[in-house]
């Protein structure tokens, strides 16, 4: 059995999503998520009282996180 690359999977196709719907998504808390977003790591829009995720700042946030362990894994070497 060959070794497959890790690729992160594409989001659905929808533009934008809840927050309960992006922490499934990402399998990460309402905490993070929110601690992310402060940060200005994870972009959010708001659409009234509602604040939305768009599909692209998640695909933008796993990348961000993808790149992040490359480098670590590389300063460990």
């Known amino acids: ?4 690359p890790i690729t992160p999977a594409a989001v659905p196709l929808r533009h934008l999503y809840r927050i309960p719907e992006a922490m499934r998504l990402l ?3 309402r905490t993070v998520i929110y601690e992310q977003i ?12 509602t604040r939305l995720i768009p ?6 946030y796993v990348r961000v996180l ?4 490359e480098v670590h894994v590389d300063q460990a070497a």
Do not use: C, N, P
């Open 66 to 69: 993808i790149a992040e362990s």
């Open 55 to 60: 599909a692209s700042a998640i695909e933008d």
């Open 27 to 29: 399998s990460m808390s």
């Open 38 to 49: 402060r940060a200005g790591r994870l972009r959010s829009v708001t659409q009234g009282r």
């Open 1 to 4: 059995m060959t070794a497959q």
